[in-house]
């Protein structure tokens, strides 16, 4: 399980996170199939998906057990560290 902790606490949908929770080591291949599905029919494409941005942020959504809208709600500091932190889970 790894912690995010923001730099000033995110609000979203009434709620104040001073930081979340990804469970990366979690996540089966499932998840990442259905992961891969979802961002597909929603029109993405990347011949390595690991590193897409978008791609990364709803692995992110999964693991955290969050919306993907909570991702793209942050901050661009706050996103390009999530995101860059699961595309390295993903490629390590």
């Not at 993405?44 to 897409?52: G, K, V, Y």
């Not at 057990?65 to 793209?72: A, I, R």
Request: hydrophobic share 40%; proline share 7%.
């Amino acid at each position: 399980m790894t912690k995010h902790k923001f730099s000033a606490p995110i609000h979203f949908e009434g709620q104040e996170y001073p930081e979340i929770e990804l469970d990366l080591d979690g996540l089966t291949g499932q998840d990442l199939s259905n992961v891969k599905r979802r961002w597909a029919a929603a029109g993405h494409f990347s011949p390595l998906p690991s590193t897409d941005m978008d791609f990364c942020a709803e692995v992110a959504a999964t693991a955290a057990k969050l919306p993907v809208e909570f991702f793209h709600a942050l901050p661009a500091r706050e996103f390009n560290k999530i995101t860059q932190a699961v595309s390295n889970f993903l490629n390590a």
